[in-house]
């Protein structure tokens, strides 16, 4: 396999992981960049265990989703139920000490990088098997009680409070999940790349995310996965010198499907269109 295909699916999955940890808390209204946070914290673990302590891969597995829901499970006790605004400062804040708490750590490579991660075989067949299974246990998620509840609660909190739906504890299961979810795109993130580097975990990666997410669609976790090779097979498809402009390019796509699309390229209704096409 060529390293440029081998780079397109593995960011693929890897950003799939992401904006699935992304839509998440989004079903109950909660835009939650502190996944990102989680991403780069079992990142930089996993990495550190391999390469410091030779841990076997799936004990590094295991504890990096571990990680990433701890790190979701004590802000939730606070931002379970609170405004979109709140939980985006919340996550934002935890992004800006976790990175900087990387860049002034000699163990982590502070801002050079941390390289020599061990190589895992097969890893790419199973980053996907993995995130077969991490699309399987949102799928049940959406198509359950839980999924129901969070469709009320994004459309009116108080609506839902009254049908009997614990908003904060429904808020703080969304984020936990969406937690451990980060923490194993983290942990294969750092395996699949080899290397870690603190300024990848910026603005900019949050800014991609949410391209590919409302891009997508943010109503259906199947959004993504049409959105998200399109907009990481446009690097190969482009000429360099316009590749370079991506995080322009992925702004200006993100404002039209808002003005145009505003329920992304796929929604619930589309899903029904299918539905009943297929069985005709």
Same mark, same amino acid.
């Given at each position: 396999?060529?390293?440029?295909?081998?780079?397109?699916? !593995?960011?693929?999955?890897?950003?799939?992981?992401?904006?699935?940890?992304?839509?998440?808390?989004?079903?109950?209204? *909660?835009?939650?960049?502190?996944?990102?946070?989680?991403?780069? !914290?079992?990142?930089?673990?996993?990495?550190?265990?391999?390469?410091?302590?030779?841990?076997?891969?799936?004990?590094?597995? !295991?504890?990096?989703?571990?990680?990433? +829901?701890?790190?979701?499970?004590?802000?939730?006790?606070?931002?379970?139920?609170?405004?979109? #605004?709140? =939980?985006? /400062?919340?996550?934002?804040? /935890?992004?800006?000490?976790?990175?900087?708490?990387?860049?002034?750590?000699?163990?982590? @490579?502070?801002? %050079? @990088?941390?390289?020599?991660?061990?190589? +895992?075989?097969?890893?790419?067949?199973?980053?996907?098997?993995?995130?077969?299974?991490?699309?399987?246990?949102?799928?049940?998620?959406?198509?359950?009680?839980?999924?129901?509840?969070?469709?009320?609660?994004?459309?009116?909190?108080?609506?839902? !409070?009254?049908?009997?739906?614990?908003?904060? *504890?429904?808020?703080?299961?969304? *984020?936990?999940?969406?937690?451990?979810?980060?923490?194993?795109?983290?942990?294969?993130?750092?395996?699949?790349?080899?290397?870690? #580097?603190?300024?990848?975990?910026?603005?900019?990666? %949050?800014?991609?995310?949410?391209?590919?997410?409302?891009?997508?669609?943010?109503?259906?976790?199947?959004?993504?996965? +049409?959105? =998200?090779?399109?907009?990481? @097979?446009? *690097?190969?498809?482009?000429?360099?010198?316009?590749?370079?402009?991506?995080?322009?390019?992925?702004?200006?796509?993100?404002?039209? %499907?808002?003005?145009?699309?505003?329920?992304?390229?796929?929604?619930?209704?589309?899903? +029904?269109?299918?539905? @009943?096409?297929?069985?005709?």
């Amino acid at each position: 396999m060529s390293s440029v295909l081998y780079y397109f699916l !593995a960011f693929t999955g890897i950003n799939i992981l992401m904006c699935w940890s992304i839509y998440l808390p989004y079903r109950v209204g *909660q835009l939650h960049y502190l996944t990102v946070a989680c991403m780069l !914290a079992s990142a930089y673990f996993s990495g550190f265990a391999a390469r410091e302590w030779s841990w076997p891969f799936a004990l590094i597995l !295991a504890a990096g989703i571990l990680i990433g +829901v701890l790190i979701s499970l004590l802000p939730s006790f606070a931002i379970g139920d609170a405004p979109c #605004f709140t =939980v985006v /400062i919340v996550g934002l804040t /935890i992004i800006f000490i976790f990175k900087t708490a990387v860049e002034n750590s000699a163990a982590l @490579g502070g801002t %050079i @990088g941390f390289f020599g991660i061990p190589e +895992v075989q097969h890893l790419l067949p199973l980053t996907y098997l993995l995130l077969a299974a991490a699309g399987a246990f949102i799928y049940r998620i959406d198509h359950s009680r839980l999924g129901r509840a969070a469709s009320v609660v994004f459309v009116d909190k108080n609506t839902a !409070a009254a049908l009997g739906v614990d908003v904060k *504890q429904l808020g703080m299961f969304f *984020q936990i999940a969406a937690g451990g979810i980060a923490g194993l795109a983290g942990t294969l993130y750092a395996f699949l790349i080899g290397s870690l #580097f603190p300024e990848f975990f910026n603005l900019g990666v %949050i800014g991609t995310l949410m391209c590919m997410l409302f891009t997508g669609g943010h109503s259906t976790m199947w959004g993504v996965v +049409v959105s =998200v090779p399109i907009l990481e @097979g446009m *690097q190969l498809l482009l000429p360099s010198a316009i590749a370079s402009w991506r995080q322009v390019i992925y702004a200006l796509t993100l404002i039209v %499907i808002i003005l145009l699309l505003p329920g992304g390229l796929i929604t619930k209704r589309t899903l +029904v269109r299918f539905k @009943g096409r297929s069985r005709a």
